[in-house]
């Protein structure tokens, strides 16, 4: 197989909204005034597309070794730089996994393996920023108690 | 006013999908198995992240240049590598412009402005994939035919 592609279209929508439209055919409201807030800005949603690619990567990988997984969540933070462009320069992201005697080897080996070798766009957003990754375990009795 | 911060947190919901939500506090779902394609996947969030972030700085550019713009769209195309993490490598971005007179120059000079100077999606992509832009101007008399 060759170099994938692909392609998106997006619409201007007046007011400062965008319509954008994935390759895949899902549309999407995309809001750029951030100061009314009504859905994702851009950058906003590079956020989601990292802590989504590298969460299926490691939530497949604790599945593979037979972690009993019952939660997962992943938080990330984003620093800009002050002056134009405002890109990020450096992104946290925070695994939060939830299970019953989740080892903490696999799930920093999952991390590991996902943020050197699979995750495509941490790949991507870490040209321009530094990516820095931790985790917690929560044993499940004490998440519910 | 120091660096930006801001924190999204994406939740795994099963089933390779995903819920993310942006730090301005907007929920969305996202796909991670691109056969299944139910949703936007992660790559395909930066294309139109890129697309909108680039739009809205065109848009009020020629907004300022007092241009009679009618309609406007962004299309954006990226090549991925083959191997291993699979990042995007090439971004392709064409803005297509629709009006009565549009200057040539007056989008030339927005598109380049937006890509060296506004555009914080571009910066933050541009670390690993070059970022190639185009325009079209359509006359509207013409588009409405």
New interface residues.
Partial sequence: ????????????AGN?F?V???????A?A???D?TR?????????????????T??DV?SILKKKRQHVT????????????D??????RLQVKHIVSGRGVSSEAVARAIELSDT?????????????EIVTSYEIVEEDQANA
């Fill in positions: 197989m060759t170099n994938k592609e692909t392609k998106a279209t997006v619409h201007f400062d965008f954008g439209i994935t390759p895949s055919g899902h999407q995309i809001e750029t951030s807030a009504t859905a994702a800005t851009p950058m906003e949603l590079l956020l989601i597309a990292l802590g989504s690619c969460g299926v939530i939660g997962y969540r992943i938080e990330v933070s984003g620093e800009r730089r002050e134009f462009p405002h890109r990020y320069t070798k699979y995750c495509s766009v941490a790949a991507t957003l870490r040209g321009s920023a």
